[in-house]
């Protein structure tokens, strides 16, 4: 299995300022994954960042809020920008899942989690 | 596009009840599909997983999952059930269609507490 930790584990910051949370793995992956989990709510799937590409951003959610870097295989960092108290949640990344990304087995793995607090 | 239903949004139980919980998924091509745990204060992790084969998949701490296609069911279950399993579980489903790509998608989630 893969073994995933997150900096900073929780944050309080500003309404206007922006958080840059970092992502690492203890092996080389194709793709990391970027979740969001609202207070009470499932998670939802920010984007998918692949190294040495743009990431994939779903719906409802765009570069200029949440710019990603894939600088190489095994770091990922999401920033939180111009924040509000509507971003507070834990963010969340992963690694793993499907038929492009070997040894996983369709598996997604999960790291510790970003709680944000935005006041 | 697939969704991922959870019935149960809290469910609260006595020890040595039995647990089901229930997850429908809309997607009808092949799935992978996954029920994850997180225990209070701590981060995701997988319970069990069904790929293929037997639709009656075990996974960690007694707890299994039965997968019916034709009612696009993955329903966990757990006969007996210890405070210790107080958490919050989420049905998952890997949408393994052509479009798909390589996403997950959760349901909303079900929080089971166990009274001891």
């Known amino acids: 299995s893969a073994v995933i930790s997150q900096k900073p584990s929780r944050d309080i910051c500003q309404r206007g300022t922006s958080l840059t949370i970092q992502c690492q793995v203890d092996s080389q992956v194709t793709m990391m994954f970027w979740y969001r989990q609202q207070p009470g709510q499932s998670l939802t799937l920010i984007a998918t960042?692949?190294?040495?590409?743009?990431?994939?951003?779903e719906s409802g959610f765009v570069i200029d809020k949440f710019p990603i870097s894939r600088p190489n295989l095994t770091f990922s960092t999401l920033t939180v920008s111009n924040m509000s108290p509507e971003d507070s949640s834990i963010y969340l990344c992963s690694v793993g899942g499907g038929a492009k990304t070997s040894g996983y087995d369709n598996e997604q793995f999960f790291g510790p989690g970003t709680r944000l607090t935005v006041l | 596009a697939q969704s991922v239903s959870q019935h149960n949004h809290h469910v609260i139980l006595s020890e040595a009840a039995s647990l089901e919980l229930g997850c429908n998924y809309s997607?009808?091509?092949?799935?992978?599909l996954f029920w994850y745990v997180q225990y209070p204060g701590q981060h995701l992790q997988l319970l069990l997983k069904?790929?293929?084969?037997?639709?009656l998949v075990k996974g960690i701490k007694g707890f299994e999952a039965e997968f019916i296609k034709s009612k696009f069911s993955f329903n966990l279950r757990k006969p007996s059930v210890q405070w210790s399993d107080t958490a919050e579980y989420f049905c998952a489903v890997y949408d393994g269609g052509f479009n798909a790509g390589n996403m997950l998608t959760f349901g909303g989630g079900t929080r089971l507490m166990v009274k001891p």
């Open positions: 960042a692949n190294q040495g590409s743009e990431a994939t951003y």
């Open positions: 997607y009808g091509g092949t799935v992978n």
């Open positions: 069904y790929f293929s084969g037997d639709p």
